[in-house]
Structure formats: structure tokens, C-alpha cells
């Protein structure tokens, strides 16, 4: 029976008083607990909104940093610290993923609050790299989400179990730095008391870790922003501007200590650009890929640790190579002599064997230079020489090129104002039938009468630099133009036979011209000339950059009645099996093999092939330089059809052509 | 004041004196009485109820504070053990009232005012403690100080070397364990 029960069992109008007093103190004591109770909850409440509103200033304090932070370094070890400081977290640290490996490396971004007593884990720390499932972050990795550690110290598989408990930490967590749903990072937080899982905690981390993810991915489009503004898209190698940059900074070094040593190489692709005009831009593109990346192999095993090399493609067939370091002449030399060497293998585009070769000038330091763009300008000096004096070679800088390419710049010049002032003339050498010793036709070959000096200029000082700059296309065509009048002229005027030939030369470059045929057509239709009578010359040059376009030039050409000859025949680096393929009407023998005709001499044999190449094929054969009776006799005892050369006659001009025309051969 | 303190006054007066003397207190400083956790209440009503039970207990409010401070530990430890289980010492306990106590306590009751303690770690035997606050109750603290060294056996002299109930502009204790 309770004390209650007694007292409501009594009569006693005390008792009945007590009773009643005993009922309130009892519901005194109950409303007392409900108050607690209710007090309790709403403490707690509180208390959670509290840490959740915290959670979400931290949050929106480091979403905030994300979106304005300028590195990610200055991000990651704001949000460290601002998370160390909210939490009362003492010690947190960054690890970034290594693409390569895979495994998550230490960085030099962490936050102790209390440095001195964690030490011997910091250290540990910074040189632990963790595999995937391997310690908290290499957990973090694996499961790709935030993770929590009561107690580290009672899990010996983690690597850094005792030097954690060492120093008094505890409890850890880390979450993944996400970019995407890719982890680029991973970040840990120690305390130094054990604590149970704080599930809104980690969900803000992981919150975090997203936020901090777009740093990195801001970072990354960056970079390649970057990386695509200073690199060719085609090859991938630095482009002009990276490139400059480098030599800039090898030029001040090398200012500041001599020792600092840099040479730079000027590489450029001989007869590239018949290659994309031939077989089309995706051939040229495929060409210069494999061929910088034979480049960058010589280089790699080329450069050995005292070497620092730089490879970069400057545009079109331009390639720039800067050596840094302990580089002597000697070796720079020798590096472009293996960037030949790996060219002289064939690369094959479009299931085409295609050659190629490349001119190198070279600029080593000198004290006078001051700034990247003069080396440049000499190093590509040294290149135009080497491409001048053939292709495939290497050419070193020196104060002389610099005064030629001065020259050479005048010459540029005074070419296109003596096209503009029409200072070019023709002279003529006539062809001559070995069985009768009549004319049958002429060879037109332009001269260059300098009006300032009045001096006339050989082909040989101009043609080439009409050639590369293009000037040649014109001259070309006034050439083939002012042929084709005097020649219709002659015959109008009965001087000449109808079936004389007048022969005219094309360039490697104007071959290549889309509107080639186009245009020989049109000159022979604006003066009137009979297709039979000319003849146009090619060299071997011409026909091996691609075959089968040569080709269906040549028959577009035979079509028209035009006939064509090969030039220079056994001087280039056609095979005799290219002339199988290619439907030419004549074949010009070079003058170093008649110049080699002795009596009973070796010259003989390599004519006479030759001779009996073309009349298995069917080709006349013209053979030049003749100079004396002895070649013309032994010329015609072969069997050669025709000769031209000093013997008959030098090239002469119009009048002097005239004449030679009206003389009856004796 | 946060009504958690009344509270907690309350709670230590019942223990002592029954909850008569409580409700005598209100009576005499003429209170109503109602006091939740959560609330705020003035000031001044803490300082009428020390008042209260200075007169009726024929002591200083100063006495009374620091009883009051002295029985308010072991209630605080019932409600809040989190607060004092990782702790070995009372030293160890007490130099977390800045970084661990207090900020709790401002979680819990939004709008708690609790003040901030310097701490000067002289040597192993003793602790400096400066104290400021408007509410001038160093003599609180010192009743904490001396509850804590209880709930940890340990026992604690504490002096004022300034005082500013006494005109100094902050107060200076001194802690010292008896070994
Ligand atoms: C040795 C330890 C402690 C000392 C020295 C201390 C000291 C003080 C003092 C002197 C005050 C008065 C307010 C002022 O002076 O402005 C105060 C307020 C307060 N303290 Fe502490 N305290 C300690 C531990 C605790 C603990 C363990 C709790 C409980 C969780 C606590 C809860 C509070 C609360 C709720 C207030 C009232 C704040 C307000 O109403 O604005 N304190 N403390």
C-alpha cells in the first residue's frame, strides 16, 4: 500500500489536507520533469541548428573563396584552415591524385594547428603516398565518398595508426574533391579526441569537396586555354610564341652567366609545299605529324642531362629546335645532322612512299645577341643558305650570311620592279637534228638586262629566288608568252618551217599551279601558236613529288597537241621507273654526261642506256652541252636524235636566231 | 541571464535548504519565479535573488556566489557529461572553458553571454586567470573553479590579487593546487 493509498484510507480531515498536499507536490514533481524534458529537446534542437547553420556559413564561406579563389593552392588552404577553425579540427591536408600512378601524393597544402606537438605526423604525412584502399584517403579513394575513423589508433592496417596516437590524434574523416563524379583530390581532417561519426558533418564535406572540385576544373580550362594558345594544334609541340618565350629567357640567362650556353636550329621542310599542293592538306598534315614526331625521338635520346631541348613548330613546314645548357657547336651540329638522318627513311601518306628532306641553319650564342628575334633572324638566315647551296643541308651562322641575306632582299626587290618594268629578255639556242645539222626548233632562256647597270644577269642569280618567292609564276608566263611571239612572228614571216619547236622551261613551281594547263592553253590560244610546235621542259624534280598527278598533267598537255620533255635527264632522283609512267615525248640528256664523252670512255655506256631507254619508249632525245665535233659525232654514232650546245651555238638573241635560221646547214 | 542559471540556483538552494528557502527567496526579492532554460531573464533578478540569500543567510553576496558557483558543478555535470569526460584533472577541464565550454554553451542557448577567460599556465601547481565582465562575478567563477577541483578530488586555493568589485578594471585569480 503506498503512502497515498494510507492517507485516502484515513477519515481525518488533516490526513484529507496532507493527501491533497502530497497529489499537488507529485504533480508539482511531474510538471517539473515535463519541463526539463521539454527543455532538454529544445536545447538539443537548438544546438543542431546551431552546428547546421555553422555548417552552412563554412559552406557558403568556402562555395564563395571557390568562385573567386585565383589558384587552387590559395582555395584549398583557405577552406584547410577555415575548416581546422570551425570544426576545432586540429590538422587537415590535401592530396592530389597522380593521373599516371593513380596513387593520392602529399602537397605542400595542410593546416596544424598546433604544429610543434604534431610534427612527427606532419612529416610522416608528407611523405606517405597512398594507393587506392590504402589509409583513410587511399578509403576515400576506393569508395569515392566521405569517410570517418572513431579512432585511428585502434586500426593498425591504417599507415599512420601510431604516429597519429603518437601525437594525439584520434578521430579522422576525408572526403573526396570531386570534378564531375572524377576524384582529382582528397582531403583529411585529424582531432584529438575519439569521436562517433557525425553524419551532418561529413554530408557538409562532401558538400565542400563539390565546391572545392570546381577550383580544379576552373584550374584545368584554364591551363588548357593556356596550353592551346602556346602550342600547334596539328603537332602538338610549342608553338611560335612558346617558343620565343623560352629563347628569350635562354638569352637573358645566358646574359647574366656565359656558362648558360643555347644554340637554336631553324629546320625547314624542302619542296613541303609541292607535297600539300599535290597530294592535298590532309597528306601535308599527316607528313608534318610524323615527321615532328621523328623529331622529338632524335631529340630524346640526342639530349642527354646537360641538354635541355625545346621542339616547336613555327607554322607550315617551319620547325625551331633551342638547345639549353652545355651545348657546344659540335653537338649542335650533330643533332641536325641526325634530324637529316631520320628523314631519310620515306613516310608514307595516303599509302604513298613520299620523300622528303629538310634545310637546317643553325645560330649558336654570341654576346651580341640581346633579344630572341635576332638569333631567330639568323638562325633562319643559315637555312635560306643551306637551302641555296642544295637541299638536305646544314648551315651555320656567320656574319657574312648576314650581309648576303641583305643582298638577297635587294635582289627580291629589283626582281619584281624589272617584272613590273619588263627588263627581261629572251635569248634562244637552237636544236639541232644530228642526221641533216638543220634547226628544228629552239630553246628559249630568259636573261635579265638590268636597266640601272645595264649588265645582263644570268638565269642562274635569279631564277632561284623567283622560285621561292614565287616570282617565277609571272616571269614564267612571260616567258612562255614572248617565246610563243616570236616564234608564230618567225613562222608568219616565212623565216621558219611550220613544224619548228620552240621549247620553253617550267618551274617546279609553276607546274604546281592549279591553273597550270589553263594557262599554257590560253597563251598558245592568244598568239596564235601551233600546240605541235611547243615543247615544255620539265625537270625530274617535277614529276617525283607525286606521279600520278604529274601524269595526268602531262596527258592533259599531250592532248592538247603540246609535247613535253624531261629536263636535266639523270641529274635528279627520278629512277628510270619513273619514266615509265610518265608519257613524255622527249628526254633531255644532262651536259655533265656529254661534257664526260671521251672516245672510248665510260660516258659512253651511261648514254647509250640512256638512248636506248628512250627508244624502247619511244621518246626523242635531245642531248645538250654539245661543245665539240667529237660529241657531235659521237653523239649522232649512238643514235641520238638531237643536241644542242656551243658547238651549234650559244643562246643568241632574237635577231642573231634570225639569222642562224636563214643559213642553210652545210 | 540565461533562465538555465536560475535554474541551477534553484536547483542548488532546494538541495540545500529545501524548496521552501527557494520560494522564500523569490518572495523576498519580490519575483515572480517562472524561469525556463532558454530564456532571458535580467540581470538584475540574479543579482536580488544573491541578495536575497546573502540577508537570509547572513552572508556577503560574494559568499554566496561562490557557494553557489561551488554546488552548480555537480548539477552541471549531471546535465552535460560530455562536457567533463575526457578530462583527467580539473586543470585540464577548466583551461577548456574558452575553447570547449563556453562555445557549447552559446550553441545551446542562443544569445548567452559567457565571458572569456585569460589563462596564464605559471607553473604546473598553478593557473592565473584574468576575468572581465560587465557583470562583475569573478566570484561565480571562482565558486566554478573550486565545484570543478571537487568533481576531480582535487583541492584548490584560489585568491584575487585584483578585484573589480574592488575598482580594478578586470579581476586577477590566482589557482593553486594544494601538490
Ligand atoms: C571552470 C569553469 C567555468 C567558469 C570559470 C565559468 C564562469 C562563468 C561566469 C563567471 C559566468 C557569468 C557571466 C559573466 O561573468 O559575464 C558564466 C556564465 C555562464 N556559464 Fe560558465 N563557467 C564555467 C563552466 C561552465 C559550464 C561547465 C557550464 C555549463 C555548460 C557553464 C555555463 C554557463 C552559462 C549558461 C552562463 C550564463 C551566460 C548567460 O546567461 O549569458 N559554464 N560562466
Known sequence: MGALDALAASADPVDALNLRILKLENRLQRERAARLQAEEIAEKGLRDLYERQRQLELLETIATKANTGRSVEETFTFALDAICRHTGWPF???????????ELRPTPMWHAGDQERLSAFIERTQR????????????????????????????????????????????????????????????????????????????????????????????????????????????????????????????????????????????????????????????????????????????ESACTGDVLPTLARLGGDEFTILLEGAIENGEAIAIADRILETLAEPVEVERQKVYTSASIGIATCASYYTDATDIMRDADLAMYRAKASGRARIEMFDKSLHDKAIERLALESDLREALHNGEFVLHYQPIVALADRRVTGFEALVRWQRKTTGDLVAPGEFITLAEETGLIVFLGDWVLRKALQTLVGWQ?????????????????????????????????????ADPACVRLEITEGVSIIDATR???????????????SIDDFGTGYSSLSYLHNLPFDALKIDRSFVASLKQKDDGHEIIQTILDLARNMGMEVVAEGTETADHVDMLRDMGCGFAQGYFFSRPVDAEAARALLAQVPD | MKGVVF??????????????????????????????????????????????????????????????????????????????????????????????????????????S????????????SIVMGYESSRQMCDLAHGFVKGAANIYCEEVTIEHHSCMNHGADKCLMEIRWAH
Open chain 1, 492 to 528: 608568219k614571216q616565212g623565216i621558219a618551217a611550220s613544224t619548228l619547236t620552240m621549247s620553253v622551261n617550267v618551274s617546279p613551281r609553276q607546274f604546281h599551279q592549279h591553273d597550270f594547263v589553263a594557262g599554257v592553253l590560253s597563251a598558245i590560244a592568244d598568239t596564235g
Open chain 1, 128 to 299: 606517405t603516398i597512398f594507393r587506392t584502399g590504402e589509409g583513410l584517403p587511399g578509403r576515400v579513394l576506393q569508395k569515392g565518398t566521405a569517410t570517418w575513423i572513431d579512432n585511428v589508433a585502434l586500426d593498425p592496417t591504417l599507415p599512420r595508426c601510431h604516429v597519429a596516437a603518437e601525437c594525439g590524434l584520434h578521430a579522422a574523416f576525408g572526403f573526396p574533391i570531386l570534378v564531375g563524379s572524377e576524384i582529382r583530390a582528397v582531403m583529411e581532417f585529424f582531432h584529438r579526441d575519439v569521436q562517433a561519426l557525425d553524419e551532418q558533418l561529413l554530408t557538409v564535406m562532401a558538400q565542400i569537396g563539390m565546391q572545392l572540385g570546381r577550383v580544379i576544373e576552373r584550374q584545368q580550362a584554364e591551363e588548357k586555354l593556356i596550353h592551346d594558345a602556346t602550342h600547334d594544334p596539328l603537332t602538338g609541340l610549342p608553338n611560335r610564341m612558346l617558343f620565343t618565350d623560352r629563347l628569350t629567357r635562354a638569352v637573358a640567362l645566358r646574359t647574366r652567366n656565359p656558362d648558360n650556353r643555347y644554340a637554336v636550329l631553324f629546320i625547314d621542310l624542302d619542296r613541303f609545299k609541292l607535297v600539300n599542293d599535290s597530294l592535298g592538306h590532309a597528306a601535308g598534315d599527316a607528313l608534318l605529324t610524323e615527321i615532328a614526331a621523328r623529331f622529338a625521338a632524335v631529340l
Open chain 2, 7 to 112: 535554474n541551477l540556483l534553484e536547483e542548488a538552494v532546494s538541495r540545500q535548504f529545501g524548496p521552501e528557502t527557494w520560494d522564500d527567496l523569490l518572495d523576498d526579492a519580490d519575483l515572480p519565479g517562472a524561469y525556463t532554460s532558454l530564456g532571458n531573464y535580467s540581470d538584475a533578478e540574479i543579482v536580488a535573488l544573491v541578495s536575497a540569500a546573502a540577508t537570509k543567510l547572513g552572508k556577503t553576496n560574494a559568499e554566496i556566489l561562490q557557494w553557489f558557483g561551488e554546488e552548480a558543478m555537480p548539477i552541471l555535470k549531471e546535465r552535460y557529461p560530455a562536457l567533463f569526460e575526457n578530462h583527467k584533472s580539473a586543470r585540464n577541464f577548466i583551461l577548456t572553458v574558452n575553447s570547449i565550454i563556453h562555445p557549447e554553451v552559446r550553441k545551446l542557448y542562443s544569445g548567452a
Open chain 1, 550 to 564: 604529274t601524269a595526268g598533267i602531262i596527258q592533259e598537255l599531250r592532248d592538247a597537241g603540246i609535247r613535253v
Open chain 1, 92 to 102: 587537415g591536408n590535401v592530396y592530389r591524385l597522380d593521373d599516371a600512378s593513380g
Open chain 2, 114 to 125: 559567457c565571458p572569456f577567460f585569460h589563462f596564464r599556465e605559471a607553473d604546473e601547481h
